[in-house]
Nanobody
Framework: QVQLVESGGGLVQPGGSLRLSCAASGSIFGTYTMRWYRQAPGKQRELVAA???????NYADSVKGRFTISRDNTKHTVYLQMNSLKPEDTAVYYCNTVRGGMSYWGQGTQVTVSS
């Protein structure tokens, strides 16, 4: 099995920055795509960013130009750099990967943008 653990969330003022981390452990092998999702209060979960093992990236229109997804394969860690944060970015952020048709999720980390 695969375990994913997010960290780096917190409280930040509008216009500020945060970097989220997602560390993977367990049965790590082969190539895979890593994704960041978020779920805001009263809203559906949405895909924020994705990055393949060869570096192809995709972003939601709402975060394009502000967020950057990256990965360090030697550390089995994926990152989400969030700049120019807005109140509407407030959500629980989750990392995700799919292997063999099975979807793996972290526990989530809270990001709050206010003041």
């Amino acid at each position: 099995q695969v375990q994913l653990v997010e960290s780096g969330g917190g409280l930040v003022q509008p216009g500020g920055s945060l970097r989220l981390s997602c560390a993977a452990s367990g049965s790590i092998f082969g190539t895979y795509t890593m994704r960041w999702y978020r779920q805001a209060p009263g809203k559906q979960r949405e895909l924020v960013a994705a990055r393949t093992s060869v570096g192809t990236t995709n972003y939601a229109d709402s975060v394009k130009g502000r967020f950057t997804i990256s990965r360090d394969n030697t550390k089995h860690t994926v990152y989400l750099q969030m700049n120019s944060l807005k109140p509407e970015d407030t959500a629980v952020y989750y990392c995700n990967t799919v292997r063999g048709g099975m979807s793996y999720w972290g526990q989530g980390t809270q990001v709050t943008v206010s003041s």
